[in-house]
């Protein structure tokens, strides 16, 4: 029975580092690489060893660190298959439905392109646990850089299939100006009225907004809820496909 450890950090403006842990194994994942410096003040912190970096896609922000880091700790990289012209640290490549083993547990590669076309979330299935890039945000979804609105809400549906207890640990802190916007679109939302409340004074107190759950995003996140009809009527889009109403919404907060 695998037992890990998550530990989130702050880095660069409002990126988020993870660390995922086995003690029993003595192995130590970092999700993407924002920030070697970060990274191995927080490994020091804790007295882990690095041996892994699992990574989300190619954009500067999550990869930077991964040469200094492999070349301090010789630790493996495993990253997006469609992006390894690109991550020219990759030691491993994985695609959709691609399974690796770390720290005894089972961890399942889905590919969410939209913000890339090649991003890939790391899922737990024992931990319950997904790493999510900069595909899924707390009350957001990444920009689409690479891909098209359609592409990115079928990544969207694939997230929306987890367990709703699944805990969700994404790329930045983005929570509060996506709280701000979701209540646009989602004026009548008891559940995302009070969150917002509840982020405002997480960010008041300096603290962090993430993790959060399938379930809360379901519940709040307008991005996952193309299809309630409160937000259909909202937006004048009743007889739309739940893709358009993502599109809608999508570009929206791109002119927010
Ligand atoms: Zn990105
Ligand atoms: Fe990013």
Same mark, same amino acid.
């Given at each position: 029975m695998a037992d890990l450890e998550f530990h989130q950090f702050n880095c660069l403006d409002d990126n988020f580092g993870v660390l995922v842990h086995d003690a029993k194994s003595s192995t130590t994942a970092s999700? +993407?690489?924002?920030d070697a410096e970060r990274i191995r003040e927080e490994l020091q912190a804790k007295g882990w060893h690095l041996t892994h970096v699992l990574v989300t896609h190619h954009h500067w922000d999550h990869t930077q660190g991964i040469a200094d880091l492999k070349s301090q700790f010789g630790c493996r990289v495993i990253g997006p298959a469609q992006e390894a012209s690109k991550i020219p640290t990759l030691d491993q490549t994985v695609d959709d439905g691609d399974t690796f083993e770390f720290g005894g547990e089972k961890v399942s590669v889905i590919s969410t392109p939209g913000? #890339?076309? *090649?991003m890939i979330n790391f899922y737990f299935s024992q931990s319950g646990v997904v790493f999510t890039g900069d595909t899924l945000f707390a009350l957001g979804c990444g920009r689409i850089? @690479? *891909? +098209?609105a359609n592409m990115m809400w079928h990544s969207m549906e694939k997230l929306i299939?987890?367990? @709703?207890?699944t805990i969700v640990y994404c *790329?930045? @802190?983005?929570t509060l100006s996506n709280a701000r916007f979701s209540l646009t679109i989602d004026p009548d939302n008891h559940e995302l009225k009070s969150r917002v409340k509840e982020v405002q004074s997480l960010r008041d107190a300096g603290k962090? #907004?993430?993790? #959060?759950?399938i379930k809360r995003e379901l519940q709040t996140n307008p991005f996952l809820r193309a299809g309630d009809p409160a937000i259909r009527a909202q937006l004048g889009?009743?007889?739309?496909?739940n893709a358009e109403v993502f599109a809608e919404i999508r570009s929206r907060k791109d002119n927010a």
């Open positions: 999700i +993407d690489a924002p913000h #890339t076309l *090649g850089f @690479e *891909g +098209d299939a987890l367990p @709703e207890n *790329g930045h @802190e983005y962090p #907004t993430l993790p #959060t759950t889009l009743q007889s739309s496909s």
